[in-house]
């Protein structure tokens, strides 16, 4: 089963993982976590390249979990219609926005709250809220305990992806008794977020980091769309359209001189191999019709699990 989940969302998937285990295994000796986590950018842990290390930390099992089998769920899908090439940019895109995005509302926050006024050098004890009640600590130390860690802000991207490819699919959301089509799933979500980022600003959760990984990835696939040739991206049934007029393609281009040189007998295919070969050919293109023409009817998620199988391994002899 691990084998057939596409080659970016699977190396993620183990990424994470691995991270995850490595920052229980080595806390007593390393935080990972504190050392990997996205700083404000004013203080002095800050390092460009946590931008990018923030996006495979987790604070806890809960929280890796559930990352991960959004990202499994929504990931596979659209890595398979976009490829992994566009998928892995859109997915790194959005998690740096997503980053990009918590820190500005971090410096929005500080500003507001005279802090970065004091400067990170100042040793003035600044109040905060802790677990263990309000507590006295210099500036300094404040802005070093502001990190933000989580694949969060990318799986909300691969949210609005699903959403915007798919918009008119059908998925259950517990606790709701019934379907909804991904459009309205994605609306519901990023309004949850909003309101969480005004009402629950003390909650631990960085609502708006993933909000703007919302928001970078529906900028990147707007731009994708104005811009067709930058990336080729398209919407889901362009997807499986040119990947039909790619069969198609196939299916008119001439023989390999390996299949057509067999005027020397003993040597390479003969005619009845050619024959043979040209059939099992058109089966399986009207195959690959049949399901095309499936999606185009019904959606993705109609699909079996054999077609779906037998979709990605087409895509991949393209």
Known sequence: MFRNIPTVTRNLLLINVIVFLAALVFKSQFDLNDWGSLHFFAAS????????????????????????????????????????????????????????????????????????????????????????????????????????????????G???????????????????????????????????????????????????????GMLFGLLLILYWRRHPGSLNLGSGRQYFENMKRSFEARRQQPKSTAQTDTHQPGYGPTRQDDMEYNRQKRERQAEVDAILDKIRKSGYDSLTKEEKQRLFEASRER
């Not at 802090?115 to 809220?129: C, H, K, Q, W, Y």
């Not at 305990?145 to 989580?150: E, M, N």
């Open 45 to 156: 842990d800050f390092r460009p390249w946590q931008f990018i290390t923030y996006m495979f930390l987790h604070g806890s099992f809960a929280h890796l979990f559930f990352n991960m089998f959004a990202l499994w769920m929504f990931g596979c899908v659209i890595e398979r219609v976009w490829g992994p090439q566009k998928y892995f940019i859109y997915y790194m895109v959005c998690g740096i926005g997503a980053g990009l995005c918590q820190e500005l509302v971090q410096y929005i926050e500080l500003s507001s709250s005279g802090v970065l006024a004091l400067g990170p050098d100042d040793l003035t004890p600044f109040l905060v809220e802790t677990n263990m009640g309000k507590m006295a600590v210099p500036v300094g130390v404040y802005l070093n305990w502001l990190g933000t860690i989580g694949a969060s802000g990318a799986i909300y």
């Open 158 to 212: 691969i949210l609005l992806a699903f959403g915007m490819t798919f918009p008119n699919e059908r998925i259950f959301i517990f606790p709701l008794p019934v379907p909804i089509k991904a459009k309205w799933f994605v609306c519901i979500y990023a309004a949850i977020e909003l309101f969480s980022a005004y009402t629950s600003s003390g909650d631990g959760v960085a609502h708006v980091a993933h909000l703007g």
